[in-house]
């Protein structure tokens, strides 16, 4: 666990974003803009005037509580990777206008986009049910409860890796798939272990011995070359059977994952008056997680994680008193929110076989403790004028335990190789004053104008992996936000437009680093940078039938100064690299057509989608791997058909979704300057299906 906490809390939910170390084995990252993480990081809990979404009735932005009448729906779907959905939702009023239940369920299947023919499974195939109950009391007029329950279970195999670079000559990679194909001779491990260790060969080395042990990785690196595909939606990962030769058995490699969820909360609101009112939010979050996954991107063991397991833990408990004061003109809420998260993570890899004492063991024990207070308020300066002022206080201390070892020796700071415990504890301690001020101004009836300002806060920690246990500092991001919303022309036309900046300081960045003969994932910071961008959204229905949409983002992220780390731990400047999974531009048209006929209504659905070129993992190229990792510009295009049913009260939809079959890159991860190999992850290809749904 990286120890790195995010906290954001709203009236009805309590959203908890954690940034984990899973394994040493680094991940895609996930396809997010700046600017989404940037708003989760800065938003404080929005004044609060009753009646709120709660005295709606309303567990959900879809799931109705109500005390009237009975009611629910089903829908089924079907697709091709024969895929197959069954969800449906129940509301039971149980006493009137005091209690009422809603119930929820979800099932789905599908056998995947690609196949891992070394182990005979499919890839990139998914499983998961989820069941959901919400209970509503309104115990009297002015106390109600809301009681939430939620379990789910998922299990999926990993994605599909296509090896799309292979570093030419000497790599490790190409080494160590030299000796599993038996190519390496004694002599070449004498020159080897030398390379590794000092850089040179062996004193007493010949040039035709170098010569004979340069022609030997080559045989590796052709090897290996030979698994190159761009578009393939096949891999060949390694079997059990292969880690036999290495002492190994009884492990689960066959790449895989499954998580069980489940969760619960007692949302409380008493209203002592019509201008104020106390909340209590309760919430208990439990995980757990196993995998066992490859990113070798080919049947060789370089790096595969056979088994890998989590079970965090968090319990977060927020109070609010908040309301309205001065005839209205001021709404405000002022609260206190504790975080606890507890868990282990313990992860059992194989890596760079034969050069390292298989297997590494990856054993911590995590904690986090956050307790927080903040205060906002809205006042209408006047009738079209409202300023609005917020102020966050945030402590936070983590603890950490280590006991990473390899089959030979400890590698856990501060302790021994061999004779001790191979366990540490490691603390860090944080706090911060995150601020938000803004001031919007009705100009007109259809127009508003904003202005904002918000500071944001994310807890730095301690890397789970590297020996030393190197911490990482806080980050602090600071934003600025103009805009407008307006409706034209009888509100047949929406506009909406905002401008931003926004600086980073201590931005963390995770990097796939070499050390001890290990590949480690490690979060180190960049030291500043900062984010222009701006958004535009238009809805317009120019005829009764027809709503069309648009919108269009421009992103430019810069870092002012940052100071990286290369493949072997050297400080190297990486100031002028892109950021991670960040287009300049991206935008996206839909459009729907409605017809009144004969059964119902009739909608035809169309929506694309387009961003430019995008680096998935910018900060771990060499001079010639950037193109493998990069996907240019590219477009999506989906449909949708639905079929309103009025007398049986049903709907019935066809969909596609990339109808084009447009081949293109959905993550990736480059270890060429480590291991000497990259890979990427392809996108969904044409997915089509059938939907029933029937409300009653």
Not at 209 to 229: E, H, K, M, P, W
Not at 357 to 363: D, E, F, K, S, W
Request: charged share 15%; glycine share 8%; hydrophobic share 35%.
């Amino acid at each position: 666990m990286l120890a790195s906490f995010l906290h954001a809390s709203s009236d009805t939910y309590v959203y908890v974003k954690t940034y984990s170390q899973s394994s040493n084995l680094p991940k895609s990252p996930p396809a997010i803009s700046p600017r989404a993480s940037l708003w989760q990081s800065i938003q404080f809990p929005p004044p609060a005037s009753l009646p709120d979404i709660f005295d709606k009735g309303y567990c959900g932005p879809t799931n109705p509580i109500l005390f009237t009448a009975t009611s629910g729906d089903l829908e089924v779907g079907y697709g091709n990777h024969d895929a197959k959905t069954v969800s449906g939702s129940l509301n039971l009023p149980i006493a009137k206008d005091r209690v009422a239940l809603n119930l929820a369920a979800q099932y789905s299947k599908d056998d995947g986009f690609g196949k891992d023919i070394g182990n005979g499974v499919p890839l990139q195939n998914n499983e998961s049910g989820a069941l959901r109950g919400t209970l509503r009391l309104d115990l009297t007029d002015n106390l109600q409860v809301l009681v939430r329950g939620e379990w789910a279970h998922a299990t999926s195999t990993q994605n599909i890796e296509n090896l799309s670079y292979v570093v030419p000559g000497f790599s490790i990679a190409a080494a160590a798939v030299g000796a599993q194909i038996g190519a390496l001779t004694p002599t070449d491990f004498g020159i080897l272990g030398g390379l590794l260790t000092t850089g040179a060969p062996p004193a007493g080395a010949t040039p035709q011995q170098i010569a004979a042990f340069f022609n030997d990785v080559n045989a590796g690196r052709t090897a290996l070359a030979s698994y190159i595909c761009k578009q393939c939606r096949t891999n060949t990962f390694a079997t059990p059977a292969q880690l036999t030769a290495f002492g190994i058995s009884g492990v689960p490699i066959v790449p895989h994952s499954r998580v069980d969820l489940a969760t619960g909360s007692i949302v409380s609101t008493y209203q002592f008056s019509e201008n104020l009112y106390a909340k209590s939010i309760t919430a208990l979050h439990r995980t757990a997680r196993s995998t066992a996954s490859s990113e070798s991107a080919s049947p060789f063991l370089l790096i595969n994680g056979i088994g890998d397991d989590q079970n965090p833990q968090q319990f977060t408990q927020e109070l609010q008193l908040g309301g309205d004061a001065m005839g209205n003109k001021l709404k405000w809420v002022a609260g206190y929110y504790f975080y606890h998260l507890k868990g282990h993570d313990n992860a059992l890899n194989v890596e760079i076989v034969p050069f390292l004492p298989n297997p590494i063991t990856a054993q911590s024990e995590f904690t986090d403790t956050s307790n927080s207070g903040y205060g906002q308020a809205t006042y209408a300066l006047t009738p079209s004028i409202n300023l609005t002022a917020g102020l966050r206080y945030t402590s936070e201390r983590t603890k950490l335990t280590l006991g990473n070892r390899n089959a030979a020796v400890c590698d856990v700071q501060g302790v021994p190789p061999i004779g001790a415990d191979c366990t540490a504890n490691f603390y860090n301690s944080f706090h911060n004053v995150s601020y938000t001020g803004g001031l919007d101004w009705q100009a007109f009836e259809d127009l508003l104008l904003y202005a904002k300002t918000s500071r944001g806060f994310r807890a730095g920690g301690t890397n789970q992996r590297s020996n030393p246990a190197l911490p990482y500092a806080p980050e602090t991001v600071t934003d600025y936000e103009i805009g407008a919303k307006s409706e034209w022309l009888e509100r047949r036309l929406r506009i909406n437009l905002a401008a931003y900046h926004s600086d980073y300081k201590d931005i963390q960045r995770s990097i796939s680093v070499i050390e001890s003969g290990s590949l480690i994932t490690a979060v180190q910071n960049a030291a500043s940078a900062t984010i222009d961008g701006a958004e535009l959204e238009i809805t317009a229905r120019p005829v009764r039938a027809l709503t069309v949409s648009a919108f269009a983002a421009y992103t430019n992220p810069k870092y002012k100064t940052y100071t990286g780390l290369s493949a072997t731990g050297t400080p190297i400047d990486l100031s002028g690299n892109r950021f991670p999974n960040v287009s300049r531009w991206q935008s996206g048209l839909s459009g729907t057509y409605t017809l009144e006929d004969r059964l119902g209504s009739l909608d035809m659905t169309v929506d694309s989608s387009f961003r430019t070129s995008v680096d998935f993992v910018p900060d771990n190229h060499d001079a010639n791997s950037a193109f493998s990792t990069t996907q240019g510009s590219y477009g999506l295009l989906n449909a949708r058909v639905s079929q309103e049913i009025r007398d049986w009260n049903a709907t019935i939809s066809v969909w596609g979704k990339n109808i084009t079959d447009r081949h293109y890159i959905a993550g990736a991860n480059d270890f060429s300057t480590q291991l000497g190999f990259a890979y990427t992850i392809p996108g969904r290809p044409a997915t089509y299906g059938l939907e029933i749904r029937k409300r009653f």
